[in-house]
């Protein structure tokens, strides 16, 4: 279903001003009225478009990761090392820049980022080892395993992010999927093969 040309140019007015507003601001301190005013538009509209600014705040962030992702790994790709490395090698990539930009805005909405990036990390993997996940309940060991290597990618994003470490990203991504190939990578990969039978 094609979107409305003038409810994506309203939405691109609110997230537009969102990430002006979230340059220099925490989130804690951004109103709606901020957002409203810095869009020129009025709240009622902003409400037909999200619940509030936290809402906006978590489309924001899995649009800015989401986008990122695309560029490393192509749409159709299937579940392979080398889409594993790349999918881990974007995710520190993003963890560690969005680390390096809120750098000199400390942000106390931590726990939004962080859940947002792992859940786009754990539905990227259950896109390849469940593709129909999305439609109705799966194996029990499916959302076990991709819940474990998200944590674990998202885990050492953070830790790489918060060391500012000299460690090049695709030294750490390699090394990460040299640890997680033995038994989740078994277990996520022969997930992977059962569904495509």
Not at 19 to 37: G, H, S
Not at 131 to 150: D, F, L
Request: aromatic share 12%; proline share 3%; glycine share 4%.
């Amino acid at each position: 279903m094609k979107l409305d040309p003038r409810i994506i140019r309203t939405r691109r007015l609110i997230d537009d001003a969102f990430e002006a507003l979230y340059r220099t601001k925490r989130v804690k301190d951004i109103t709606v009225n901020d957002i409203t005013a810095t869009a020129g538009i009025n709240r009622a509209t902003f409400y037909k478009h999200y619940q509030d600014k936290f809402d906006l705040f978590d489309s924001y962030l899995e649009a800015r990761f989401t986008t990122l992702l695309q560029r490393h790994i192509e749409e159709d790709a299937r579940l392979d090392e080398d889409t594993f490395y790349s999918l881990i090698y974007a995710s520190i990539l993003f963890v560690c820049e969005w680390h390096g930009e809120r750098y000199s805005v400390p942000e106390q909405s931590d726990i939004i980022v962080e859940t947002r990036v792992q859940h786009v990390i754990f539905e990227k993997i259950m896109d390849w080892i469940e593709p129909n996940y999305r439609k109705g309940p799966c194996q029990v060991g499916t959302e076990v395993s991709a819940t474990a290597v998200s944590w674990a990618i998202f885990g050492v994003a953070r830790r790489v992010a918060e060391q500012n470490a000299s460690v090049p990203i695709d030294d750490v991504s390699a090394e990460l999927v040299r640890m997680l190939s033995g038994g989740l990578w078994h277990t996520l990969y022969s997930y992977h093969m059962q569904a495509r039978t």
